[in-house]
């Protein structure tokens, strides 16, 4: 019987010339990841445990980007068991302010994840990296302590979900409305601890920055990980950030899936996921036959959308115009690397221009943590990944998901609208 991409790479990782679905596995770790809400419960266990060595200190990542700068006095005690746990082990990937990003932003930007590689994360959103053909997925505190000591992990083998796609994106359609549409049309829990396995030759269209997008919101339908073929517009990528040898591994053509998903990429149009659901959506066309949807604020960032690309779709619609008059806009690029880039190429005096404000590479606002919490009564369009009740702010406030373009649209005409409408 043949194995899945993901189901090949933990066979790979568990020394085992084959596994199926339901098997369960020790397979080995490339990278251990942790941020500054995760890590200190991770070194509180790994204290208690009495483990006093790290497996290897070039495969853990540390990384402050939920409350940093910190935002109050608790937040500093974190990042600052964090800070200690790092000096004392010397551990090599350790960011902090002035050289942090946002985690799922920061580590593929750094070389830190590789094709064919096995990665966790205390986050559930390190499913991103499947972008690359590795395997990530998001664990819990505790289990990464195992991994920090062991530099290993158990698995039960997930089953699959195949994604065809067809065709390419209209104007203005990204990577975001693609998965938007997916969890609309399969629900939070269509690929629960399934892996969503993306291919077909639409694929060859998706830029990396959509592949990133569309495997970070794999979690929000449920999915153990999310993953796609490696191409040439991957090995480009990897290029001149990945300095070791990786594997590439394809699934079999008699590979064994639950589900197979026929996605013509062409007929996706810009999708807004109403509250309080990701899987709550609707296309633009629908809301626009709607009684118009005010809004207060919109956030463009996040590991999901604070990618260059994402910031030049946000610039481009911004350039010349001035934000709704009342409404707060908060533009925040993931990482150092993606803000100088965005000074040098004029997009942040086109976001101040335009009445945004602009913040160093930070999570906050996504989770509800600082830089952007919603009042009562409150609605943001935002380029986050969850919409939960209460997840920016007050538990009645709304949180409706878009891509940047639509972000950005809204931004100008203060209710949720497309590109095609300024």
Known sequence: MGMTMTQKILAAHAGLDSVEAGQLITAKLDLVLANDITGPVSINEFEKAGFSKVFDKSKIALVMDHFVPNKDIKSAEQCKKCRTFARRFDI?????????????????????????????GADSHTCTYGALGAFSTGVGS???TSGMATGQT?????????????????????????ILHIIGMIGVDGALYKSMEFTGPG???????????????????GGKNG???????TIEYMKGRVDREYKVYAADED???????EINLSEIKPTVAFPHLPENTKTIDEVKAMEPVEIDQVVIGSCTNGRLSDMKIAADI??????????????IPATQTIYKECIRLGYIDTFIDAGCVVSTPTCGPCLGGYMGILAEGERAVATTNRNFV?????????????????????????????????
């Not at 083998?157 to 359609?173: D, H, I, R, Y």
């Not at 993953?227 to 517009?233: L, N, Q, S, W």
Request: net charge negative.
């Open 318 to 331: 911004l350039k010349g115009r001035h934000v709704a008059k009342g409404l707060r806009v908060i533009i």
């Open 390 to 422: 209460g997840r920016m702010g007050h538990v009645k406030s709304e949180v409706y998901l878009a891509s940047p373009a639509v972000a950005a649209a809204s931004a100008v005409l203060g209710r949720i609208a497309g590109p095609d409408e300024i």
């Open 142 to 144: 505790t289990d990464l």
């Open 203 to 221: 694929v060859a269209s998706l830029s990396m920055d959509d592949r990133f997008c569309i495997c970070n919101m794999a979690i929000e339908a």
């Open 227 to 233: 993953i796609f073929p490696v191409d040439e517009k």
């Open 255 to 261: 590979a064994v899936y639950d589900e197979v998903y």
């Open 154 to 178: 158990w698995f039960k083998v997930p089953s699959a979900l195949k994604f065809n796609l067809t065709g390419e994106l209209q104007e203005n359609v990204s990577g975001k409305d693609v």
């Open 92 to 120: 090599d990937n350790f960011y902090d302010v002035g050289e942090m990003g946002i985690e799922h932003s920061l580590l593929p930007e750094k070389g830190l994840v590789a094709s064919g590689e096995a990665v966790i």
